[in-house]
């Protein structure tokens, strides 16, 4: 009986597993430039029909790239050196019937009129700038999270328990090889 | 106590928490930003403390039922006052909460009515139709530069994106390669270096020939005109073509219309969207407040039922104790309402049960003692009481009783009178006698009756008195009786002592002056007279000589049976004794077999040697005497008693005829015996000496001849 119920729980928590990882980053791209490392992302991601319905409905939606550079250590907590954080907020512009994508923090914005093209483009937008660090063994991990704080109230708690909301990448990890 | 006052500051500090929660929950829903972010934590928050809430509800249903098998007091009335209490809070809350969700809901669709959506929709089509006239203008525009641009050798056009920057209404223009790069641009601002390029999908379609043309937000409200074109390579030059990119703002007081009604109709939009999740929203934070509702009614249920009670379960528990005996109750007054009020009555009335039960207790107390001391005093009574009720049944009889009619306890407390007569034929007599007393209903009265006890009669004086009816509740009668053998036998003893006495005072005193008088007689007259006289004389004279020493020897025995020497008594041991006067008379009396079954080693006796050799003398003497027979056989046992602790019994025993009945009744009173010689005084004598000697003597007859058992007091062994 408890064979069976502990074969359920893992049987769902794979499935589930699964399940989230619909979206996900293909490739990282390092690049070294002058003391700077600049990583950009290659992104296989699919929106649903419900997302872009919110948008075409006014709703702002912001998509959360995270970066963050640490030391992996065995048998206890990665040792993280750096983290950085791009904020796209995702909205549509009526007047010209346009899909924005816009940097949170840089302001810079890129207008689509297709929402497929999009998204095909959103990794353009996800790209880190880390100070080169002087360790070696260092590795880099990259996600992508839906920013469910900032959607509207009303949307939050739906959004939670509904699986079309589900754009969230797990992290892909990368050793960084420094020449 | 305290460990309940943390559990009602614990949930009073859960409903706060909870209250709060839903306070901002609302503040959020209503679109204040600060709580946006914290909006699902906020309704976790409230989750988790309703599901608390709820525990604690559960947890004290449970206990409710718990305690409601056990049918502890007071929990009747707590939980009907938790059903009264949730009867009374759950219908109001609930219609609340339906008419609250049902206005909400029609409030909510109200808001969308379909002509604000049209005035809005047209509004925005308005708009489109002003910014594509502004677009077109930028279109054409940014068109005729291309051309111009294309025209110019391609390393000189940089030099005149400037003067048609001038010539035109774009505040940007940017010459963009095959390739996507920036090979030149100009702008108003000269500042401004941070460029933004289409996405790359344009590019695409203006390869294939089309333009691109779209109104942009910018900044704050402003919005702006992005236009690419592609420059043709007219002049052949170079392979490559170019890009022109041109950003033409739109003048403020359009911009920020056109921003306003598109802000408007995003709004509109939104709201009509999230329409079913607002209503959802509301009705779920509705459906907590009426959760919360409902828990704080049973909470409060609970709490009100519990305060209610209390002093109900504590007067219950009281009433219990009081039940049990215990009166010294006081409960705490918690209120001065009608149950403070009855609490102090009920401490008024367990304290004046405890005086009353005090003073019952002490009248209890001393009924017993009472009782006790009666019971004390009729065990040390040498009477006999028995109580019999008009049932004839025994309530009481004294250890004297017992002892009297040689009966245990059970035999006779809680007997009918008729078993007493059942177990022993001998108390006939004295079962008929109460019996006869109970029967005439005879008030008081005494009588004499005789019982007998293996052979041996007891002389009983009973006294009867009969209880009333109204003094108790069987009536009945108390009977007192004694035992008048010893007295009577004393009594007889001290008659015959005096007699006794006398006889020998006034007898003794003439014999001497007689014998001496016919003495005389002889020796005076003896030779003076004819042979035929003087024989008779002689013989008178010696006929009256030897009466007379058959009177003193006669008067002597008298005098020792009335006035006993003073004893002279000396620790010593019997079996000399004994054996002395068995040779005395095994020697002068031949043809006698003595037996004797001696202790050894022998108890220490403390007797009179001269009196207790009287004592076996006269015994042996009256078996020898009393033996019809010329072979006597006599056997002398000593032995411990095994009826009474510490005493020796001596066993005198022959082969003779033994003793007749009429014999047994008086054979140690004076004058009483079988032979005909002798004065009759023998045994009467030995009895003396062992009453002397603190002992007691009884005669009876074994299978072959007379027993004579004497009991006596061991000194020490």
Known sequence: ?179 | MKILRYKNILIFMLIVVLLSSLYLLGQAVQGAEQFNRIYLWLFGASIIAVIILGSVIVQRFVWLYVKNKKNEPGIKLTSRMVKTFVFLSLPPVLVVYLFSTQFLNNYIDSWFDSKTGQALNDSLELGQLFLDVQTTQALTQTKTIAQKLSEIDPPRQNIYLERFLDESNASSLVLISASEKVVGQANIDLLDFNTSLPPQSVYQRIRTGATYARIEPKQGSQLQIRTLVKIENVLNVSTSYRFLQGLFPIKDEYSDLAYNIETAYVGYNQQKYQRKELKKTFNIILFLVLMISMLLALVRAFSSARNLVAPVKLLSQATQRIAGGDYNQNIPVSSSDEIGFLVKSFNTMSSQLAASSAIAHRAQTEAISQKWYLENVLSHLSSGVLSINNEQRILMANSAARKILNLTAKDIINQNINQLNLNKEGLTPFVELILTKLNDHSEEWQQETLITENELRKILVVRGSRIPDHEQDDGGMVVVFDDQTIINQAQRDAAWSEVARRLAHEVKNPLTPIQLSAERLRLRFLDKMSEQDKDILDRATQTIVSQVDNLKTLVNAFSDYAKAPELKREARGLNKLIKEAVDLYFISHAGINFKLELLDPEPIMYIDKVRFSQLLNNLIKNSVEGSDNKEVSITITTLISLSVENNLVIKFSDQGHGFTDKILEHLFEPYETTKSTGSGLGLAIVKKIVEEHGGNIKAYNHTNGAMIEINLPIYHK
């Not at chain 1, 979206?23 to 872009?52: A, C, R, W």
């Not at chain 1, 990794?123 to 509207?152: C, H, M, Q, Y």
């Open chain 1, 1 to 179: 009986m408890r064979i069976k119920f502990t074969t359920y729980i893992l049987s769902m928590l794979l499935i589930s597993g699964i399940s989230c990882a619909k979206n996900h980053i293909m490739l990282l791209n390092i690049d070294q430039k002058d003391k700077l490392l600049l990583v950009s992302t290659l992104l296989s991601f699919n929106s649903s029909e419900q997302i872009k319905e919110a948008i075409d409905n006014g709703t702002r939606i912001t998509v959360i790239a995270k970066a963050q550079l640490y030391e992996p250590r065995s048998w206890w907590f990665d040792r993280t050196l750096d983290n950085k954080k791009v904020f796209l907020e995702i909205s549509y512009f009526t007047l010209s019937k346009l899909y924005v994508v816009k940097n949170k923090i840089t302001g810079e914005q890129l207008g689509f009129n297709d929402y497929e093209q999009l998204w095909k483009e959103f990794e353009k937008l996800a790209t880190f700038t880390f100070d080169l660090p002087s360790d070696s063994n260092l590795w880099i991990k990259v996600r992508l999270v839906l920013d469910k704080g900032a959607l509207p109230t009303v949307m939050q708690l739906p959004v939670l328990i509904d699986s079309n909301w589900d754009i969230d990448t797990p992290w892909h990890e990368k050793e960084l090889n420094l020449k």
